[in-house]
C-alpha cells in the first residue's frame, strides 16, 4: 500500500451517491443537541463527571507516537497508562464539538472485555483533551507483519483472528461501532489480542490539520479497510470531515482486510494508486486471491466480510464459527509463500 499520504484534487470523485446498499445500522453517537437531547446532555455530565481525569493528575511521560487525531505519551496515572492527548487546535472552543467528544468518550466508559483496551477516563477540559487507557505491551499486527515481516503461523492467525472477532462481536452486542479498525490498533502480547481506538473516529472532526482545503486526504494505510460504501461517500470538503457512514457492516469490511494480512503478511492492493483502489473498491472490484493458495474455508471468510453489498457480510459471532471449522491439520506454510495448502 503506498507509504504516502496522499491528497486527491476536489472533484476527482465521480462516484456518485451512495446507492442505497448500505446497512440501516446506525451509530449509537448522537451530537444533535438541540433541544430534546439537552435533558440527555445535562444527565451526561453528571455520569461523566466520575470518568473526568484532571490533566495535571497525569504523569505524562515520553510521546510515543502520533496519529490521526493527537498525539500518544506513556504516561502514569495509578499505573502504567497511554495518554491519546489530541491535536485540538482552537475548535475544542466549539461547544458542539467538545458535546460530541464527551458522547463519544460516554460509548467508551461501557467497554469492558478481556480483548478490549481498558477505558480509564478522559481530560475533557479544553483546551487539553486526551483519552486515557491501560497501556498496552507487545505489538501492533502492523509492526509484526508489515515491520518486523514476521510471518503468522496459520494456525496462530486463527487464534488472533479469532480473539479479534470475539472482541469486536462484544463491542457490536452494545452497540459500538468501531470504525476503525486496522492492524496498527489491535495490540498481541504473549498471544493476547486487545483492540484499540474504537468509536473515535469522529472525534477527527475536532482536530486541527487534519484537512487540507479543496483535498481529500487520505491518511497512509487507511483506504484498503473502507467498504465500498464508505468510500463511495468519500468527498474532498473544504469545511468539515464528511459525514462517513461507518456501520457494523463496514467494520466487517475492516476486519477481512485485517484477516487478509494475516494470511498474507500484505496489504490488498498492494501498490496501486489511491485513485485506483478507489475506483476499484467503489465498483465492487476485490483484491484478487488467485495467487493465495488457501482453502477454501478461509477464502470463503474473506471474500464474505468483503461483499459489496454490507446485508451480505457476516457479523462477528458468525466469523468466529467459521474460523474455528478452519481444519487447522491441512495447513502449512510453504516456505515461498505464506499461504500455501499442502496438496498431498
Ligand atoms: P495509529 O493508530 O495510527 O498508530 P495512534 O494515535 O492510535 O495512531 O497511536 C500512536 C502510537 O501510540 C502508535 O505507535 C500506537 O501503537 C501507540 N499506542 C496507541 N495506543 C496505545 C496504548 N493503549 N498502549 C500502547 N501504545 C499505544
Ligand atoms: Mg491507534
Redesign the pocket.
Known amino acids: 500500500f503506498p507509504d504516502v499520504t496522499s491528497t486527491l484534487p476536489i472533484g476527482f470523485l465521480g462516484l456518485g451517491d451512495n446507492d442505497g446498499t448500505n446497512s440501516p445500522d446506525i451509530d449509537v453517537v448522537s451530537t444533535n443537541t438541540s433541544n430534546g437531547s439537552d435533558k440527555t446532555l445535562i444527565d451526561l455530565a453528571a455520569t461523566m463527571k466520575e470518568w473526568d481525569i484532571p490533566y495535571d493528575d497525569l504523569n505524562v511521560k515520553e510521546a ?7 498525539t ?1 505519551y506513556r504516561g502514569q496515572w495509578h499505573g502504567d497508562v ?1 495518554i ?1 492527548v489530541l491535536d485540538t487546535g482552537s475548535s475544542a472552543d466549539n461547544d458542539a464539538q467538545l458535546a460530541a467528544f464527551k458522547l463519544e468518550i460516554a460509548v467508551l466508559r461501557k467497554t469492558r472485555h478481556e480483548n478490549l ?1 481498558l477505558f480509564m477516563g478522559a481530560c475533557m477540559t479544553p483546551p487539553r483533551l486526551a483519552i486515557v ?4 505491551k507487545g505489538q ?1 499486527l502492523y509492526t509484526i507483519i508489515h515491520l518486523n515481516k514476521n510471518a503468522f503461523k496459520i494456525n496462530k492467525a486463527i487464534i488472533v483472528a479469532s480473539q479479534i472477532a470475539q472482541g469486536m462481536s462484544y463491542l457490536h452486542a452494545r452497540g459500538i461501532i468501531h470504525k476503525d479498525l486496522r492492524t ?2 489491535v495490540f498481541v502480547d504473549s498471544g493476547k489480542v486487545v483492540i ?2 474504537f468509536g473515535l473516529f469522529h472525534i477527527t472532526k475536532l482536530c486541527s490539520g487534519v484537512q487540507k482545503e479543496n483535498r481529500l486526504r487520505v491518511p497512509k494505510g487507511w483506504l484498503c479497510y473502507l467498504a465500498p460504501e464508505i468510500i463511495r461517500s468519500l468527498k474532498a470538503m473544504q469545511q468539515s470531515q464528511p459525514d462517513l457512514p461507518f456501520t457494523k457492516m463496514s467494520d466487517l469490511y475492516a476486519f477481512g482486510t485485517v484477516w487478509y494480512e494475516l494470511l498474507c503478511n500484505d496489504w490488498p492492493f498492494r501498490s496501486q494508486p489511491c485513485e485506483t483502489v478507489i475506483w476499484q473498491v467503489g465498483r465492487g472490484v476485490k483484491q484478487s486471491l488467485s495467487t493465495v493458495a488457501a482453502p477454501r474455508e478461509v477464502k470463503e471468510i474473506l471474500m464474505s466480510c468483503w461483499a459489496f453489498r454490507p446485508a451480505e457480510r457476516p457479523d462477528f459471532s458468525q466469523i468466529a464459527k467459521a474460523l474455528n471449522r478452519i481444519p487447522r491439520t491441512r495447513l502449512i506454510r510453504s516456505p515461498s509463500h505464506p499461504c500455501q495448502l499442502s496438496r498431498s
Open positions: 510515543i507516537g502520533k496519529g490521526r487525531i493527537g500518544v497511554a491519546k483496551v487507557t491501560s497501556f498496552c501492533t496498527k490498533n484499540t481506538d
